[in-house]
């Protein structure tokens, strides 16, 4: 079975990148699930000053609305691809003071354990070959009890297949949208907790998969070694 791998990303987004920002799909997707993101966010945050991480930010547009929609916020983005990052140059510097973007990818994100309140990541992930590496990153730079908020097109009912698995890969290739019970598992494996996932239907339905970072107890892998009984400490070796 053919995969899509990063080449084909890097290749697809600098050749896209030239028109992204006039793509009819930032009506009719990006743009509503960018909206359903912050609305979630203001809900749990409000004007709290946070340190929010956008997976997969592309030209930036996605960065710029969280910052203007939340003042007190400090935006970091990363993007594999150089051209897109390139592309919103102008934005980058609009939001110089609030926004940091870093070419980076989302399986080895260049970031410290438990650095973001906030993990964003929209649109992006059906893009990246090894989606539990992923999962398992954004994991390990939210602090414990920071907030997952992930996006992506759904396609578990037959109109989002149509639209998703058919349309969408005839033209970007091997891609892969998760269904919904896949999200849980990766989410489960991750050691995310309190999931809870949202359709928004429309012309290009999405899942809004949500989730909180484990407490520091259950991050910290269990140590490798074996309790010593006192009986076997007794034992002379
Ligand atoms: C459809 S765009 C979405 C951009 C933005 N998040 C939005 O909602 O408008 C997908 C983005 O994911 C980026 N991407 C693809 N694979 C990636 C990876 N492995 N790591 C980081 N970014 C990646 C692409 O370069 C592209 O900018």
Not at 28 to 33: K, V
Not at 50 to 58: H, K, N, P, Q, S
Not at 184 to 192: C, D, I, M, Q
Request: hydrophobic content about 40%.
């Amino acid at each position: 079975m053919s995969t899509y791998d990063k080449t084909q990303a890097t290749h697809e987004f600098t050749r896209w990148s030239e028109s992204y920002d006039r793509s009819i799909l930032q009506v009719l997707l990006f743009g509503p699930s960018h909206r359903a993101i912050i609305k979630r966010i203001k809900a749990e945050y409000g004007d709290q000053p946070i340190r929010v991480l956008d997976i997969g930010c592309g030209t930036g547009v996605f960065a710029s609305r969280i910052r203007e929609a939340l003042p007190n916020a400090q935006v970091w983005g990363i993007d594999l691809v150089r051209g897109m990052l390139t592309k919103g140059v102008e934005r980058w510097k609009r939001h110089a003071d609030g926004i940091c973007a870093i070419q980076a990818d989302s399986e080895r994100l260049p970031f410290g354990w438990g650095a973001f309140d906030v993990v964003t990541c929209a649109n992006s992930f059906h893009h990246y070959p090894h989606q539990d590496l992923a999962v398992e990153e954004m994991r390990r730079v939210l602090k414990p009890g920071g907030r997952l908020m992930l996006v992506d097109g759904y396609r578990d009912r037959p109109y989002g297949w149509l639209i998703y698995d058919v349309c969408v890969a005839g033209i970007e290739g091997a891609v892969h949208h998760a269904s919904a019970a896949r999200f849980r598992e990766l989410f489960g494996a991750a050691g995310f907790e309190q999931m809870t996932q949202k359709v928004h239907p429309g012309f290009a339905p999405f899942l809004l998969n949500e989730a909180i970072a484990p407490s520091l107890a259950r991050t910290i892998p269990a140590p490798h070694f074996a309790e010593v009984s006192s009986r076997s400490t007794s034992k002379s070796v």
